[in-house]
C-alpha cells in the first residue's frame, strides 16, 4: 500500500523548540514586524501538519505521469508565488529525518520538489543583531505560505503533494538541493548558490509523479575557494562549525556541532553570522569569479 512513500533509514534531525526564540529581542518597528511575521510561521506549519495528515489517510496510488508542459506550469506558478529557486530530484531515504520536529511528517512520496527563497542582503548584513535574525523568521513565513500554496495548485491539477515547510522538516534539505542541481554545500553545512551564496532559506514538496524534468546543472564551482576561505569557521561566534567534517555511517555528513550552534542561534534569534562571513553572500559568485582571473 505504501511503495510509493519514502520512510527514513534513521537520520537523526535536530530538535527546533519555537518557544526557545526569544521576540524580546525586537524593538520598535522590528517587535511590530515580529508580531506579524511569527503567527504566519505558526500557522503555514499548521497548514503543512493538516495537509500531510489528510494526503496519508489515502493510500497513495500509482504514479502518475506528467508531462513537460506541467513541470513547466509548476515553475511558472513557483516564480509568482515569490520563489527564486526550483530544482527537482528523487527523494534519498538516507537524507530523510527519523523525526520532523516541528511538521510530523515521517512519509514522504517519491519525487522532491526543492524550492529556496532568497533572504534581504542588507538584512543578513546586520548578523548576529536582530534585523538578520527577523529576516530569517520572515523567509521561514514567506516561503512556508508560498510551499503551501504551490502544493494547492498541484494538487488542484489533480496530483498528490506533501508539502514540507521550510523551519524543521522531514529531510536533509540542503543536501536535496545539491541532488536537485541547485548548488554545492559550503563548509557551514549550507546550499551555495550561484546567484545568492548561502543566502536563501528551503522548502521542498514531495509529488507521486514523474518522470521528473531534466534541468541542466549550472557551471559553478566552491570547493576550491572554500578550502582557501574558511571565515565562516572564523568567523561564527560560538566555534561550532568543524574544521573537519565527520563522516557518518550512512554517508551523510556533519559539518556543525549543531548543539553549539543552535544555543546561540536562539540566543540571537536567528544568528547568520555564518551566511554574513561568507563571499558568496557578499561578492557574490561571479565577482569572486573575475577576481581570481
Ligand atoms: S548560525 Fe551562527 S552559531 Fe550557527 S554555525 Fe552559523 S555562525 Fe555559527
Ligand atoms: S565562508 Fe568561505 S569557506 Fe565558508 S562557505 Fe563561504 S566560501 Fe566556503
Not at 520538489?113 to 548578523?127: C, F, K, S, W
Amino acid at each position: 500500500m505504501f511503495l510509493l512513500l519514502k520512510k527514513s533509514k534513521g537520520l537523526i534531525a535536530n530538535i527546533i523548540e519555537l518557544n526557545k526564540f526569544d521576540i524580546s529581542l525586537f524593538s520598535g518597528p522590528l517587535a511590530d514586524k515580529a508580531k506579524s511575521i511569527i503567527p504566519q510561521i505558526f500557522k503555514s506549519v499548521k497548514k503543512a501538519k493538516l495537509d500531510y495528515k489528510k494526503e496519508i489517510k489515502i493510500p497513495p496510488g500509482d504514479t502518475k505521469f506528467t508531462p513537460k508542459e506541467f513541470w513547466e506550469e509548476i515553475i511558472e506558478k513557483a516564480k509568482s508565488l515569490g520563489i527564486d529557486l526550483i530544482g527537482f530530484a528523487p527523494v534519498d531515504e538516507n537524507l530523510m529525518f527519523q523525526n520532523d520536529y516541528v511538521g510530523g511528517i515521517d512519509l514522504l512520496y517519491e519525487n522532491g520538489i526543492v524550492l529556496g527563497m532568497e533572504m534581504n542582503y542588507d538584512a543578513i548584513n546586520t548578523a548576529p543583531e536582530p534585523p538578520a535574525g527577523l529576516e530569517s523568521l520572515n523567509i521561514y513565513a514567506k516561503l512556508g505560505i508560498a510551499t503551501n500554496l504551490l502544493a494547492d495548485f498541484i494538487r488542484s491539477k489533480g496530483y498528490r503533494v506533501i508539502a514540507c515547510h521550510p523551519l524543521g522538516g522531514p529531510i536533509l534539505y540542503p543536501a536535496m538541493a545539491v541532488n536537485a542541481k541547485l548548488g554545492h554545500i559550503g563548509k557551514q553545512g549550507l546550499l551555495i548558490t550561484k546567484k545568492f551564496g548561502p543566502r536563501q532559506r528551503l522548502s521542498m514538496l514531495t509529488i507521486n509523479a514523474g518522470p521528473l524534468p531534466e534541468v541542466q546543472e549550472e557551471k559553478f564551482e566552491i570547493s576550491e575557494y572554500c578550502e582557501k576561505c574558511r571565515k565562516c569557521i572564523h568567523f561564527c561566534p560560538v566555534k561550532a562549525i568543524f574544521e573537519n567534517p565527520l563522516v557518518n555511517e550512512n554517508g551523510t555528513i556533519t559539518r556543525i556541532d549543531s548543539d553549539k550552534c543552535f544555543e546561540y542561534f536562539y540566543e540571537t534569534t536567528g544568528c547568520s553570522v555564518c551566511i554574513e562571513a561568507c563571499p558568496f553572500h557578499k561578492l557574490g559568485y561571479e565577482a569572486l569569479y573575475y577576481r581570481r582571473l
